[in-house]
T-cell receptor
Framework: NAGVTQTPKFRVLKTGQSMTLLCAQD?????MYWYRQDPGMGLRLIHY???????AKGEVPDGYNVSRLKKQNFLLGLESAAPSQTSVYFC????????????FGPGTRLTVT | AQKITQTQPGMFVQEKEAVTLDCTYD???????LFWYKQPSSGEMIFLIY??????QNATEGRYSLNFQKARKSANLVISASQLGDSAMYFC?????????????FGAGTRLFVKA
């Protein structure tokens, strides 16, 4: 099993450009999440999904959109990138059980200039 | 208000000694779960240990144990017999089961350095 994979691993954007980050999981998990990690701030939840076709806002959703058209994929979109979106982005998935520990992808380092 | 507080930005420990990483939390939800994750320099996040708010005993997983003091709202991670490979960032996290659904809130992290 590959677990949770993220594409791409690194990306540099200019202000105003758009891009999509792809997350894929092969564990048949219902729940998927997108986080951003900034120095000194831990992980902050951007959006999440509790099943195929569903999405919900997290703590810091502004400037991002998501889609979950297939159970195994969760896409994060930036329509008009801003320097404040420079961060490391992590995707995670979980079963939704009592413990609900999350399995994380390797991260995507995004720089917006 | 901060829901998860990790007051130690960095910690040093000698190899083979035990170390405690502090975590306090704030919630009014009586049903919650507490997690610790490890992030090595390679960047991936690794789940270490879980404690449910109704669990009577402290959770243990190998060299990791969670010192859960409910009245004090603390969930400290204890790593016994530290190894060089334990050098990493450690994050405490909480899920509020009734009020937060499947969302997990993370603390700012503690960076642990293990000295040879």
């Amino acid at each position: 099993n590959a677990g949770v994979t993220q594409t791409p691993k690194f990306r540099v954007l200019k202000t105003g450009q758009s891009m999509t980050l792809l997350c894929a999981q092969d564990m048949n998990h219902e729940y998927m999440y997108w986080y951003r990690q900034d120095p000194g701030m831990g992980l902050r939840l951007i959006h999440y999904s509790v099943g195929e076709g569903t999405t919900a806002k997290g703590e810091v959703p502004d400037g991002y959109n998501v889609s979950r058209l297939k159970k195994q994929n969760f896409l994060l979109g930036l329509e008009s990138a801003a320097p404040s979106q420079t961060s490391v982005y992590f995707c995670a998935s979980s079963t939704g059980g009592q413990v609900n520990e999350q399995y994380f992808g390797p991260g995507t380092r995004l720089t917006v200039t | 208000a901060q829901k998860i507080t990790q007051t130690q930005p960095g910690m040093f420990v000698q190899e083979k000694e035990a170390v405690t990483l502090d975590c306090t939390y704030d919630t009014s939800d009586p049903s919650y779960g507490l997690f610790w994750y490890k992030q090595p320099s390679s960047g991936e996040m690794i789940f270490l240990i879980y404690q449910g708010s109704y669990d009577q005993q402290n959770a243990t997983e190998g060299r990791y144990s969670l010192n859960f003091q409910k009245a004090r709202k603390s969930a400290n991670l204890v790593i016994s017999a530290s190894q060089l490979g334990d050098s990493a960032m450690y994050f405490c996290a909480m899920r509020e089961i009734n009020t937060g659904g499947f969302k997990t809130i993370f603390g700012a992290g503690t960076r642990l350095f293990v000295k040879a």
